[in-house]
């Protein structure tokens, strides 16, 4: 059984052939922490791994004993102030003004697979033999009131989730201040913190930091998740790279405020913490009320970060995603949004989808335009009933003209969103989040609509459910275009605005669970101008994001490189754009923006009909490409071979799952000048198998192409050959014959 309770001991073991978590109820009945790591035997006795010693000036609990002191001991969900003046998990107000809790050791229960959460997305099994779950009762006394820790750990993956329980049993009126969904004590402070740091089209970028005493965290309060920081840091030690050495991943599955932290105390413990950030989170716990905290997955690896990132993709993609389309390839698109813009009519839009049609182009996506006022940004957020000045016949004509051609038809929605310039906002102001008698702050012209009322996203529901029945849409790109300012709600009392927040991301997840549940057959891709809401808790909804607002090729190489370190290639939208790029303006080669935006959900963004013959026929040929390949692309193990972080080249692969086939992608922006021979070892390849290898047409075995390594050499003087330059790509098929 993957989880041992050892009553003589008091201690628990959770483990499975790749890993151990251990940690038992110390003699003040609080929970202490003894090893989280690679996979050691069960024993009925790990007291040996508890570590205490008589420090100077130590708080201690028992009188007579100068050792146990929770300044000094490594915890499982720890509180402030009764010895521990370190940060906390969680923060309880009571009513007396008190801070102080003493959470004890109650009861636990030990059961078969995963129970989900209420309101929240979570990893999830399809059979109780996947995975098992401890749940453990705390109980405080004073306040009545209990916390019900759960852990799970799946059967045959290097992971547990950690999620945090909080229901006040008592007569008390208490708050939580903070309410963390894990805390885990590290022995040493030998890590480097890794975090996917960013900005608007430079998203998820990789940094690295050494630990050092004091605080070092990520967070987001913008209401989202953000483009600014990722909610997710992994703890590697200094010698480990892609494929050796030990690392820790933190993954949260939430979309809104949050904050991941490693505290390292002047003895070196490294205390991490993650959950929903404690900073404009207040949540009145009144007598037999509750709150649940969102589920983080933590990820061990001993082999480097390439496989902790093959886990997450494993897990994520087969169980947080759901519905038809998690195990479907994705179709091929084209988005009109940078090919026109605001400014298209139903013959503009049907001329680029018969183009489409002509090259292979399965699906075509109307962006954003195409309902009320809407001729640019000033305009007509929340009114979701169609322009007929642009569609004569409205979505529901416009759809099955594209249905005719033999396509299938996609629009885009902002349903969180309200300009003051539309019929919704002048019926109900307010409904949009906004301080009384304080300025209100605009992005994009748009104000956020107060989705904590349960009337707004009603209301938005029926208006999107509307268009949807009337029409044939099987594909839904659902964008969020800023951040929260101002937050208030009118709907809630003085005392409740700390929930609004948190309020706010249950009601988009409302709205998410309302529309797949009624609408399951159509493909939702969740966005926020880009890339601000690219987070495990989208996916459980929407089983792919757009990456990034920027398209340029280039630029995606480290976008898509440092979000692969959690997300599988099934959740990147991943386009080809036109040139000079809307972004960047540069100007790139159509092979090369495809040969980058294979390793994701692939399509179009850009005005076919624009284009030469010449490039139409590369597009039909790229697209013939994606159908027979897409399956291995977004389906197979991937690995990263060189960083975009490190150097001038970027190599990727992918490997089908009978290591049958393998694409190996080569990137190298920058023509270098009489350079010296290059070459990159492969990885995931059978070693026994002979594989063909395209560009170099020859044939090796994949032991040879993994220890002596794939060629990558190119001409970098005297001869010019066709494709050498600048932004190279390559893609090398390897077959296995």
Not at 271 to 295: C, D, K, Y
Not at 647 to 674: C, F
Not at 675 to 686: A, E, I, T
Not at 707 to 722: Q, R, V, W, Y
């Given at each position: 059984?993957?989880?041992?309770y050892?009553?003589?001991?008091?201690?628990f073991?959770?483990?499975?052939?790749?890993?151990?978590?251990?940690f038992?109820?110390?003699?003040?009945?609080?929970?202490?922490q003894?090893?989280?790591?690679?996979?050691v035997?069960?024993?009925?006795?790990?007291?040996?791994?508890?570590e205490?010693?008589?420090?100077?000036?130590?708080?201690?609990?028992?009188?007579?004993?100068?050792?146990?002191?929770?300044?000094?001991?490594?915890?499982?969900?720890?509180?402030?102030g009764?010895?521990?003046?370190?940060h906390?998990a969680?923060?309880?107000?009571?009513?007396n003004?008190?801070?102080?809790?003493?959470?004890?050791?109650?009861?636990?229960?030990?059961?078969?697979?995963?129970?989900?959460?209420?309101?929240?997305?979570?990893?999830?099994?399809?059979?109780?033999?996947?995975?098992t779950?401890?749940?453990i009762?705390?109980?405080?006394?004073?306040?009545?009131?209990?916390?019900?820790?759960?852990y799970?750990?799946?059967?045959?993956?290097?992971?547990?989730?950690?999620?945090?329980?909080?229901?006040?049993?008592?007569?008390?009126?208490?708050?939580?201040?903070?309410?963390?969904?894990?805390s885990?004590?590290?022995?040493?402070?030998?890590?480097?913190?890794i975090?996917?740091?960013g900005?608007?089209?430079?998203?998820?970028?990789?940094?690295?930091?050494?630990?050092?005493?004091?605080?070092?965290?990520?967070?987001s309060?913008?209401?989202?998740?953000s483009?600014?920081?990722n909610?997710f840091?992994?703890?590697?030690?200094p010698?480990?790279?892609?494929?050796?050495g030990?690392?820790l991943g933190?993954?949260?599955?939430?979309?809104?405020?949050?904050?991941?932290?490693?505290?390292?105390?002047?003895?070196?413990?490294s205390?991490?913490?993650?959950?929903?950030?404690p900073?404009?989170?207040?949540w009145p716990?009144?007598?037999?009320?509750?709150?649940?905290?969102?589920?983080?997955?933590?990820?061990?690896?001993n082999?480097?970060?390439?496989?902790m990132?093959?886990?997450?993709h494993?897990?994520?993609?087969?169980?947080?995603?759901?519905?038809?389309?998690?195990?479907?390839v994705?179709?091929?698109?084209v988005?009109?949004?940078?090919?026109?813009?605001?400014?298209?009519?139903e013959?503009?839009?049907?001329?680029?989808?018969?183009t489409?049609?002509?090259?292979?182009?399965e699906?075509?996506?109307?962006?954003?335009?195409?309902?009320?006022?809407?001729?640019?940004?000033?305009?007509?957020?929340?009114?979701?009933?169609?322009?007929?000045?642009?569609?004569?016949?409205?979505?529901?004509?416009?759809s099955?003209?594209?249905?005719?051609?033999?396509?299938?038809?996609?629009?885009?929605?902002?349903?969180e969103?309200?300009?003051?310039?539309?019929?919704?906002?002048?019926?109900?102001?307010?409904?949009?989040?906004?301080?009384?008698?304080?300025?209100t702050?605009?992005?994009?012209?748009?104000?956020?609509?107060?989705?904590s009322?349960?009337e707004?996203?009603?209301?938005?529901?029926?208006m999107?459910?509307?268009?949807i029945?009337e029409?044939?849409?099987?594909?839904?790109?659902?964008?969020?275009?800023?951040c929260?300012?101002?937050?208030?709600?009118?709907?809630?009392?003085?005392?409740?605005?700390?929930?609004?927040?948190?309020?706010?991301?249950?009601?988009?997840?409302?709205?998410?669970?309302?529309?797949?549940?009624?609408?399951?057959?159509?493909?939702?891709?969740?966005?926020?101008?880009?890339?601000?809401r690219?987070?495990?808790?989208?996916?459980?909804?929407?089983?792919?994001c757009?990456?990034s607002?920027?398209?340029?090729?280039?630029?995606?190489l480290?976008?898509?490189?440092?979000?692969?370190?959690?997300?599988?290639?099934?959740?990147?939208?991943?386009?080809?754009?036109?040139?000079?790029?809307?972004?960047?303006?540069?100007?790139?080669?159509?092979?090369?923006?495809?040969?980058?935006?294979?390793?994701?959900?692939?399509?179009?963004?850009?005005?076919?009909?624009?284009?030469?013959?010449?490039?139409?026929?590369?597009?039909?040929?790229?697209?013939?490409?994606?159908?027979?390949?897409?399956?291995?692309?977004?389906?197979?193990?991937?690995?990263?071979?060189?960083?975009?972080?490190?150097?001038?080249?970027?190599?990727?692969?992918?490997?089908?799952?009978?290591?049958?086939?393998?694409?190996v992608?080569?990137?190298?922006?920058?023509?270098?000048?009489?350079?010296?021979?290059?070459?990159?070892?492969?990885?995931?390849?059978?070693?026994?198998?002979?594989y063909?290898?395209?560009?170099?047409?020859?044939?090796?075995?994949?032991?040879?192409?993994?220890?002596?390594?794939?060629?990558?050499?190119?001409?970098?003087?005297?001869?010019n050959?066709?494709?050498d330059?600048?932004?190279?790509?390559?893609?090398y098929?390897?077959?296995?014959?």
């Amino acid at each position: 059984m993957p989880i041992q309770y050892h009553k003589s001991s008091q201690t628990f073991h959770l483990y499975n052939q790749k890993i151990s978590y251990i940690f038992k109820v110390l003699k003040n009945q609080q929970l202490g922490q003894l090893y989280y790591g690679k996979r050691v035997n069960d024993r009925e006795d790990f007291d040996h791994l508890f570590e205490t010693i008589q420090r100077p000036m130590a708080p201690c609990a028992f009188e007579g004993d100068l050792t146990f002191s929770l300044e000094h001991i490594k915890q499982e969900y720890p509180a402030y102030g009764s010895g521990d003046m370190r940060h906390p998990a969680m923060d309880i107000i009571q009513e007396n003004g008190s801070h102080i809790v003493h959470f004890t050791y109650q009861q636990h229960q030990i059961i078969a697979g995963k129970p989900s959460l209420e309101n929240l997305p979570a990893t999830y099994v399809e059979n109780n033999q996947e995975a098992t779950t401890l749940l453990i009762t705390l109980f405080d006394e004073v306040i009545q009131t209990k916390i019900i820790l759960s852990y799970t750990i799946y059967e045959d993956l290097a992971v547990i989730t950690r999620n945090a329980y909080c229901q006040n049993c008592g007569s008390q009126n208490l708050i939580l201040n903070q309410m963390m969904s894990m805390s885990l004590d590290l022995p040493d402070k030998d890590y480097e913190m890794i975090e996917l740091t960013g900005a608007w089209s430079r998203e998820r970028h990789i940094q690295n930091r050494k630990l050092e005493h004091g605080i070092q965290s990520i967070y987001s309060l913008r209401g989202c998740s953000s483009n600014n920081f990722n909610p997710f840091i992994a703890l590697k030690r200094p010698m480990c790279n892609e494929y050796e050495g030990e690392v820790l991943g933190f993954s949260l599955v939430y979309s809104g405020n949050f904050l991941a932290q490693v505290e390292v105390d002047t003895y070196n413990v490294s205390r991490v913490t993650m959950g929903i950030h404690p900073h404009a989170f207040t949540w009145p716990l009144n007598p037999g009320e509750s709150f649940q905290t969102p589920e983080v997955v933590m990820v061990y690896s001993n082999c480097g970060l390439n496989q902790m990132s093959q886990t997450y993709h494993e897990l994520y993609q087969k169980r947080l995603a759901r519905g038809q389309y998690r195990d479907q390839v994705r179709p091929i698109l084209v988005n009109n949004w940078e090919g026109t813009y605001f400014d298209f009519n139903e013959e503009k839009i049907l001329g680029i989808a018969k183009t489409a049609q002509k090259l292979g182009i399965e699906l075509f996506v109307l962006d954003d335009g195409w309902f009320g006022q809407r001729n640019s940004d000033n305009a007509g957020l929340g009114d979701w009933y169609p322009n007929l000045e642009k569609l004569p016949e409205g979505i529901s004509g416009l759809s099955q003209k594209i249905v005719d051609l033999g396509m299938r038809f996609g629009i885009w929605f902002e349903p969180e969103m309200v300009n003051k310039d539309s019929d919704l906002y002048r019926t109900h102001p307010e409904w949009t989040l906004e301080t009384p008698n304080r300025h209100t702050s605009h992005g994009r012209n748009q104000y956020v609509l107060d989705f904590s009322n349960p009337e707004v996203v009603e209301y938005i529901y029926n208006m999107m459910a509307k268009v949807i029945e009337e029409s044939h849409i099987t594909y839904i790109k659902w964008d969020m275009n800023r951040c929260m300012s101002e937050v208030y709600s009118y709907v809630h009392s003085a005392q409740d605005q700390g929930k609004v927040m948190h309020e706010y991301i249950l009601g988009v997840y409302h709205l998410y669970d309302k529309l797949t549940t009624k609408f399951p057959e159509i493909l939702f891709e969740s966005c926020a101008s880009g890339g601000a809401r690219f987070d495990p808790g989208m996916l459980y909804y929407a089983p792919q994001c757009w990456t990034s607002d920027d398209t340029d090729a280039i630029e995606r190489l480290k976008i898509q490189y440092g979000t692969s370190l959690v997300y599988p290639i099934s959740s990147m939208g991943a386009h080809v754009s036109a040139v000079p790029n809307h972004q960047v303006f540069r100007k790139t080669p159509l092979q090369t923006r495809a040969n980058v935006a294979y390793f994701g959900t692939f399509g179009y963004e850009l005005d076919l009909n624009k284009l030469s013959c010449e490039e139409q026929n590369e597009i039909k040929e790229q697209v013939q490409f994606m159908k027979t390949y897409r399956e291995v692309i977004q389906f197979g193990t991937f690995y990263r071979l060189k960083s975009p972080f490190e150097g001038n080249e970027t190599v990727w692969m992918v490997v089908s799952k009978d290591q049958n086939t393998a694409i190996v992608g080569y990137y190298r922006p920058l023509q270098e000048v009489n350079q010296g021979y290059r070459r990159v070892k492969l990885m995931g390849l059978d070693p026994d198998k002979e594989y063909h290898v395209s560009i170099h047409d020859i044939d090796c075995y994949g032991d040879e192409l993994m220890n002596a390594g794939l060629i990558t050499s190119d001409s970098s003087c005297g001869e010019n050959k066709d494709g050498d330059g600048d932004y190279l790509s390559r893609l090398y098929l390897l077959k296995a014959k």
